[in-house]
């Protein structure tokens, strides 16, 4: 069974600030979603990445996955306060055949 | 382009109460349809999933049924709930397994 950690859980951080989040997962998998949750809303996807060095960017968030390593990385680069939400990394199960999805990281980016 | 619809938007329920929420997706023919269920301040746990028409997988044991009485329609249901049913419920689409999964807007359900 997969198992997946994210590493904070929470995170709360300055705008103008750099920092990562982290997830790890216990078995193999070849593609990996991050998604993001707004308080009280659904889940809306931001990246997918299919193979082992893949890096997705779109505006100030990076996306990246070792697959060797069963890693993956968020990067938030010069926060502002709309990045204020809950991601979750969701790995696929290649035993299970389905998404396990994180813990999910609480970011909130304060002024 | 595909949509996909939860009802109610937000239910309270009585402990011991029955329980029907509904998805239905637009836009896409026979989609793999999945239930979770997130606890206040959690992870996503996934409940069920459809790859077809009246074919439905459970993940985790528990008082609850899913049924797929059409290609684009996913039904949650219970016959008695209990207060650790409350949770927000969502629905997701994808069209195969191992592809991305579209997220409706999710049912938030309160067992009193």
């Known amino acids: 069974e997969l198992k997946v950690e994210q590493n904070p859980l929470f995170l709360s951080m300055q705008e103008g600030k750099n920092y990562t989040i982290y997830c790890n997962y216990s078995?193999?998998?070849?593609?990996l979603y991050w998604y993001r949750q707004d308080p009280g809303k659904s889940l809306e996807s931001l990246f997918v990445?299919?193979?082992?060095?893949a890096v997705k960017q779109e505006g100030r968030l990076m996306a990246s996955l070792d697959t060797k390593a069963r890693l993956s990385t968020l990067h938030i680069t010069a926060a502002v306060h709309d990045l204020s939400a809950t991601y979750f990394c969701?790995?696929?199960?290649?035993?299970?055949?389905?998404?396990?999805f994180g813990p999910g990281t609480r970011l909130s980016v304060l002024p | 382009s595909q949509t996909i619809h939860q009802w109610p938007a937000t239910l309270v329920q009585p402990v011991g109460s029955p329980l029907s929420l509904e998805c239905t997706v637009e836009?896409?023919?026979?989609?793999?349809l999945y239930w979770y269920r997130q606890a206040a301040g959690r992870g996503l746990q996934l409940l069920f999933y459809?790859?077809?028409?009246?074919?439905i997988s459970s993940e985790v044991p528990q008082n609850l049924s899913a049924s797929r009485p059409q290609d684009r329609q996913f039904i949650l249901s219970s016959k008695k709930l209990l207060l650790s049913d409350s949770g927000f419920y969502l629905c997701?689409?994808?069209?195969?397994?191992?592809?991305?999964?579209?997220f409706g807007p999710g049912t938030r359900l309160t067992v009193t």
């Open positions: 990445l299919l193979s082992n060095g």
């Open positions: 836009g896409t023919s026979n989609p793999n």
């Open positions: 459809s790859v077809g028409i009246g074919q």
């Open positions: 969701a790995p696929f199960d290649n035993y299970g055949q389905n998404f396990v």
């Open positions: 078995t193999t998998s070849d593609r």
């Open positions: 997701a689409w994808s069209i195969g397994q191992s592809y991305e999964q579209y």
